[in-house]
């Protein structure tokens, strides 16, 4: 019998409800720094059951990309925050590890030329002839 909760991570993206029962999960929590209860309770008082488990979720697949201590101690900085967000948790862990965010990017595009006219020209638009008049009536 397997209970890694890295097994269970796509599971658990889709069916966040079961959370509380995944005995991978409440052993993951029982082991690791209470920090990671904290979250927990966080993202779902600030985003819902169902978003917040969610949330939980995506911070714990972090865990699969990096060692498990980084992003423990980037959820002990969030924790601090009264924002928390799964963004806040992947902004501390990026500057725990000095990962360089995108620069930003100039899109360039062709835009349409734009020529000065003449008023007169637009005189037209709002003037009418008594011959149009007539064929509106």
Request: glycine fraction near 4%; charged fraction near 30%.
């Amino acid at each position: 019998m397997s209970l890694d909760i890295d097994h269970y991570l796509p599971l658990l993206a889709r069916k966040c409800r079961g959370l509380d029962r995944a005995v991978p999960v409440r052993r993951f929590l029982e082991r690791e720094d209470p920090c990671w209860r904290t979250l927990l309770a966080d993202l779902r008082s600030r985003e819902g059951e169902a978003a917040g488990s969610r949330a939980f979720v995506d911070v714990l697949h972090l865990c699969r990309e990096y060692d498990v201590e980084i992003v423990t101690e980037a959820v002990r900085k969030s924790v601090r925050h009264p924002e928390i967000s799964l963004g806040l948790v992947r902004f501390h862990l990026w500057n725990e590890l000095g990962v360089q965010t995108a620069e930003t990017v100039t899109i360039e595009y062709p835009s349409p030329e734009v020529h000065q006219g003449s008023p007169s020209v637009y005189a037209c638009l709002t003037t009418t002839t008594e011959e149009e008049e007539v064929s509106r009536a």
